[in-house]
């Protein structure tokens, strides 16, 4: 069975620090494909980045990074020197091998970047 | 380039109701998937429709029930309406079902509330 777990519900931290989202994931699928969406209060999902299981290589875009880890099922996500505007809920996510399009989601980090 | 729309955007049924949310996918796009997101949980896949057709369907029973239209516009009927069917409702488009490139595409949501 597929499953993605984001053990942090809540994380605070003080503008300008970095933060780590964590997210670990399960899956029979040796193709697969990884995502991280943001939800700000609007409740629209915004899409952040799109990894499939063959490329382990680490992401950075501007602030952002991730760390794909196959080896201990991770897809770390974080933000550099958080602003009050990264303040959302975090969602990590997992679909299966073309074929399966249904995304399976975590139950999602809330991030409060405090000013 | 119109996004993915939703409407309504918030909808107050009674037990026992029936509902109908619609939804317009992103210029350009034939795949429409629906997915229910409960206060603090993630989003949960309820279907996928293609070429008017049902092509992939979640754990969510028979009440729940979709149509898409050569448009490529759909809509998600649920019947006999439960307390816990109370949540955020998402619709994702994308281009191709199933293909390497499956990014969807989210909207706004509509929220349902039942009394």
């Known amino acids: 069975a597929q499953k993605v777990t984001q053990a942090q519900t809540e994380i605070s931290v003080v503008e300008k620090e970095d933060v780590t989202l964590d997210c670990v994931y399960e899956t029979r699928d040796t193709t697969y494909y990884l995502f991280w969406y943001k939800q700000p209060p609007s409740g629209e999902l915004v899409f952040l980045i799109r990894r499939n299981s063959f490329d382990e290589q680490n992401e950075i875009s501007g602030r952002y990074s991730w760390n794909f880890q196959k080896s201990t099922s991770s897809f770390n996500f974080t933000i550099t020197a958080s602003q009050v505007v990264d303040s959302a809920v975090y969602f990590c996510?997992?679909?299966?091998?073309?074929?399966?399009?249904?995304?399976?989601f975590g139950k999602g980090t809330r991030l409060h970047i405090l000013p | 380039d119109a996004g993915v729309t939703q409407s309504p955007t918030h909808l107050i049924k009674t037990r026992g109701q029936q509902v109908t949310l619609r939804c317009s996918p992103k210029s350009g796009h034939d795949t429409v998937s629906w997915y229910q997101q409960a206060l603090g949980q993630g989003p949960q896949f309820i279907f996928q429709?293609?070429?008017?057709?049902?092509?992939q369907r979640g754990n969510f029973p028979d009440r729940f029930s979709g149509h898409q239209f050569p448009n490529y516009s759909s809509e998600l009927n649920v019947n006999a309406l439960l307390l816990g069917d109370s949540a955020l409702y998402l619709c994702?488009?994308?281009?191709?079902?199933?293909?390497?490139?499956?990014?969807?595409?989210f909207g706004p949501g509509t929220r349902l509330t039942v009394l």
């Open positions: 994702a488009s994308s281009l191709i079902p199933g293909g390497a490139h499956n990014e969807q595409f």
């Open positions: 996510a997992l679909s299966g091998a073309p074929g399966d399009d249904k995304i399976i």
């Open positions: 429709y293609y070429e008017e057709e049902e092509r």
